[in-house]
């Protein structure tokens, strides 16, 4: 079994960062695919970022590129994403998945591993 523990949520104003981290611990590799997806209050679970199990290969949703980024340290097993530049509509809760496999997706039928997710909110 997996285990995907996400943390960094919190409230910020708009404009300002926050950073969320992932750290997975059981049986899992290293290297495998992560994703961080959000889904904010009557709507679906959606995209956020990706990054391969190097770390070489990432992907973004258009709504986060250039303010969002996703970087891992496979010695800690924990992936990060850095948001700058938050708006209201950031405010969601976010999740962190992994899949069985070192390739990136935007699909989240792809991942088979969740965490249970960190509130983020942000204020106009």
């Known amino acids: 079994q997996v285990q995907l523990v996400e943390s960094g949520g919190g409230l910020v104003q708009a404009g300002g960062s926050l950073r969320l981290w992932c750290e997975a611990s059981?049986?899992?590799?290293?290297?495998?695919?992560r994703g961080w997806f959000r889904q904010a209050p009557g709507k679906e679970r959606e995209f956020v970022a990706a990054?391969?199990?190097?770390?070489?290969?990432?992907i973004y949703a258009d709504s986060v590129k250039g303010r969002f980024t996703i970087s891992r340290d496979n010695a800690k097993n924990t992936v990060y994403l850095q948001m700058n530049s938050l708006k209201p509509e950031d405010t969601a809760v976010y999740y962190c998945?992994?899949?069985?496999?070192?390739?990136?997706?935007?699909?989240?039928?792809?991942?088979?591993?969740w965490g249970q997710g960190t509130q983020v909110t942000v204020s106009s």
């Open positions: 059981g049986r899992t590799s290293s290297s495998s695919a």
């Open positions: 990054i391969s199990g190097s770390g070489s290969s990432t």
């Open positions: 998945a992994a899949r069985p496999t070192v390739f990136t997706s935007k699909d989240s039928r792809q991942y088979n591993y």
